[in-house]
């Protein structure tokens, strides 16, 4: 039996993301969907700031 690479995951800390949505675009919401839970952000103009707390192995965060 051949095991893969990756044995074990180690979670990393805060990852803090910044970035440009479209021009006039209001984010409502921004929710960590592996983690399951809405996370706190900010937005000023076009750009959207947020910290995801943890990642485990991955995240994916939705804006709404």
């Not at 675009?25 to 809405?38: C, E, H, W």
């Amino acid at each position: 039996m051949t095991r893969g690479f990756v044995r074990r995951f180690y979670a990393i800390g805060p990852q803090k993301v910044e970035f440009e949505v479209a021009a006039g675009k209001k984010i409502t919401s921004v929710r960590a969907l592996r983690a399951g839970g809405d996370l706190p952000f900010t937005q000023r103009d076009r750009t959207v700031r947020f910290e995801v707390p943890t990642v485990v192995d991955y995240e994916v965060a939705a804006l709404v």
